[in-house]
């Protein structure tokens, strides 16, 4: 059974009845006559219904949103891989051939240019990171933004693509206040840290980049949660930290450092059973710099 719309416009022919659409066949036809105006039209609605964000994306009309993380930005475009014409109908095997051809030579001439082959490989890895740190698209792409600056400046000729990729993750890292050290990008990439750390300063030089010192009260989280602690411990680790904000405490100081400091001296306030090593390992840090950190805490806030 049909089910059909009327539109209230009336019928050229027999001026008497009205315009219905059948939503299924796509046909408009006269309510009187049976006039049929057009046999199809375009639906502007989604493909079909999605119950997942996969399968939502696999059904949209329109492709990827364009991105500074892909090599061609998202504009390039590709042959369809299905042996199929406009209609429907399988190729005939000399066109299937031809195509095949025609498939090859495009994909080879999408990567042409030395640049090309640099964002490829450069962004390859970036995209591995992405996973590895579960990093935010934010991020993501003002990494892609910074690495395409050092390209166009030539700083990447004679330097390791993965060493400046990584740098410029942890550029963008500290732009964007996400909390992820620089032993996290090393560990992530596999590289020295000291060579990231050195292509991040070529970065902050050449570029010019003005990073903003990071907060101390971001890395809270990240620590008790690795740690399992509480939400009051964590609570009140942020009440420390303000305060030692606002005399100043925290200027020149690793904020992992401090955070971890923070978060053992709400432990020892609130009771909570967690040794210096526990706190230590959760936030990269030596049980020393914690040690120090907690006594400074300690007397200048006279907790």
């Known amino acids: 059974m049909t089910k059909s719309v009327g ?17 299924n066949t796509g046909e408009m036809f006269c309510s009187k006559c049976g006039f049929v105006a057009t046999d199809r039209i375009e639906q502007e609605g989604p493909e079909w219904r999605a119950f997942s964000k996969d399968e939502g994306d696999n059904r949209t009309r329109t492709g990827t949103p364009t991105s500074l993380a892909m090599h061609d930005m998202g504009l390039a475009t590709i042959i369809n891989p299905v042996n ?8 005939s095997a000399s066109m299937k051939s031809t195509i095949e051809r025609l498939r090859t030579w495009d994909n080879r001439s999408q990567v042409h240019e030395p640049a090309d082959r640099n964002f490829r490989q450069a ?11 579960a990093l ?3 991020v993501i792409e003002k990494t892609a933004y910074i690495y395409r600056k050092a390209l166009d400046k030539g700083l990447v000729r004679g330097r390791s693509i993965p060493g400046l990729i990584a740098a410029s993750l942890y550029a963008a890292c500290r732009n964007t206040e996400t909390p992820r050290t620089l032993t996290d990008v090393s560990n992530g990439i596999n590289i020295k840290r000291k060579d990231i750390a050195r292509c991040y300063r070529l970065l902050l ?30 609570r009140k680790a942020v009440e420390i930290l303000d305060q030692a904000a606002k ?44 040690r120090n ?11």
């Open 7 to 23: 539109s209230g416009v009336r019928c050229q022919r027999c001026n008497k009845g009205v315009f219905l659409t059948d939503s």
């Open 123 to 133: 962004f390859s890895e970036l995209d591995r990171l992405k996973t590895k740190l």
């Open 247 to 290: 005399i100043e405490l925290s200027a020149g100081k690793d904020p992992m450092g401090l955070a971890a400091a923070a978060l053992y001296l709400s432990c020892v306030i609130n009771g909570e059973n967690k040794t210096q090593k526990d706190i230590a390992v959760s936030a990269g840090v030596t049980e020393v710099t914690i």
């Open 136 to 138: 935010s698209d934010a």
């Open 293 to 303: 950190r907690y006594k400074g805490l300690k007397e200048a806030l006279e907790l």
């Open 205 to 234: 030089r050449e570029l010019d980049l003005k990073m903003p010192v990071v907060n101390p009260i971001k890395c809270v989280s990240r620590i008790s949660s690795i740690a399992g602690l509480s939400e009051k411990t964590k």
């Open 84 to 91: 199929k014409d406009a209609t429907g109908k399988p190729l």
